[in-house]
């Protein structure tokens, strides 16, 4: 019965008091707290919210804006601006960073490739402007401490493809999203100029490639954990050579052995299925992805990329160079699927990471299930 009373009084003090207080001058955010270190814990009023109101969001976005309202510019790991959301990128460990360098170099040792780097600065660096670091947490300086000297110690092994200066130039463009921990269609665009020039190939024109945008509505990973209603949705962007027209056939591998193949970069059906809508653009993102292009103007390269899901934003434009390129996310490939692998059979190997994704968590360990044995360069 107790339970039910405080329910009760909790959902009135939330729906009536609350929106009250932050009227007269966001007092709104010190309630919410005071309720939160009562005896009963704070999920039972989320609960009781629940029970009470339709859809399940509504007590986490009304949260969000009443610590917001508050002063509170930096919640669940996410930077709130005013038009965007950010992922707060802070060094957990130094010892992943070393154990990520490693593995690269251990790889080159092994396989004698011509190997490439390229960390992707996260929003947060590129746009610094845009977050209080002063008054809301520390600035972790992605382009000196980890860009920089990540590419410092890799020198004479493996390429750095920098790709920071070129973002940082076009900050104020769209190039990254507002609710997702990724660059978008245009960045990618700039990071593919960038890194096509020091693979080795002549980076085409934005002008030579159509877009068509698939969607104005959507809502990323970032706005999942801070919900913060004010913040406009993305636009999800499809870009495809239009000067040439080329062949594709994108296939997925999963580690259960199944697969799935596309003779589009694009298989918009995918959304029309129920998924999300970024699940178009190359099909999705699974543990190796494989595409072959027919009349590709490059004949003899091949290009093998361990990566993120951030390739979804520059690997449409680098497959016009090539006519074979395969992905492997390094996170989530098993040992057994990864053995299938053939290093021997690509002229280039590019690591290709955002810069939360390298510093985060083991990158590059699973790499020592590759084919030990590698026909000749």
Not at 68 to 88: C, H, P, R, T, W
Not at 107 to 124: E, G, H, K
Not at 137 to 163: E, H
Not at 228 to 256: C, G, L, Q
């Amino acid at each position: 019965m107790k339970m039910r009373s405080y329910s009760g009084l909790a959902f009135l003090a939330a729906l009536f008091l609350v929106p009250a207080l932050l009227l007269q001058g966001g007092g709104g955010g010190a309630l919410l707290q005071a309720v939160s270190a009562q005896d009963q814990p704070f999920q039972q009023l989320e609960s009781a919210l629940k029970e009470r109101l339709p859809g399940a969001e509504f007590l986490r976005r009304f949260q969000i804006s009443l610590k917001y309202a508050g002063g509170s510019k930096q919640q669940n790991g996410v930077f709130i601006s005013e038009d965007m959301l950010m992922l707060d990128v802070q060094l957990k460990s130094q010892a992943i960073i070393n154990a990520n360098i490693t593995k690269m170099l251990d790889f080159v040792d092994q396989f004698q490739r011509n190997s490439y780097v390229m960390l992707i600065p996260t929003a947060c660096a590129v746009q610094q402007s845009k977050v209080p670091y002063d008054t809301v947490a520390p600035l972790y300086n992605q382009k000196q401490q980890l860009l920089d000297d990540v590419y410092r110690r890799v020198s004479g092994y493996l390429t750095p493809i920098d790709v920071y200066p070129t973002l940082r130039n076009h900050q104020e463009e769209y190039i990254y999203y507002r609710t997702d921990n990724t660059t978008t269609g245009l960045g990618g665009y700039y990071i593919y100029a960038v890194a096509a020039q020091k693979l080795g190939l002549k980076p085409r024109g934005l002008h030579e490639f159509s877009v068509e945008h698939l969607d104005y509505n959507y809502y990323g990973d970032l706005y999942a954990r801070s919900p913060y209603r004010e913040i406009p949705p993305d636009r999800i962007s499809a870009y495809s050579m239009s000067k040439y027209w080329r062949y594709y056939t994108v296939t997925h591998y999963e580690n259960d052995g199944s697969s799935r193949r596309y003779y589009t970069l694009y298989p918009q059906f995918r959304e029309a299925l129920g998924g999300d809508v970024k699940q178009v653009i190359l099909g999705g993102v699974s543990p190796i992805v494989t595409i072959d292009v027919g009349n590709a103007a490059e004949s003899t390269r091949q290009l093998l990329i361990f990566g993120d899901r951030s390739m979804q934003s520059y690997l449409p434009f680098l497959l016009i160079h090539y006519p074979k390129v395969t992905f492997v996310d390094t996170t989530s490939v098993s040992p057994s699927l990864l053995e299938q692998v053939d290093v021997s059979r690509y002229n280039q190997i590019l690591f290709a990471y955002m810069a939360d994704s390298f510093i985060g968590s083991d990158q590059l360990s699973i790499l020592s299930w590759l084919p030990q044995k590698q026909e000749p360069a």
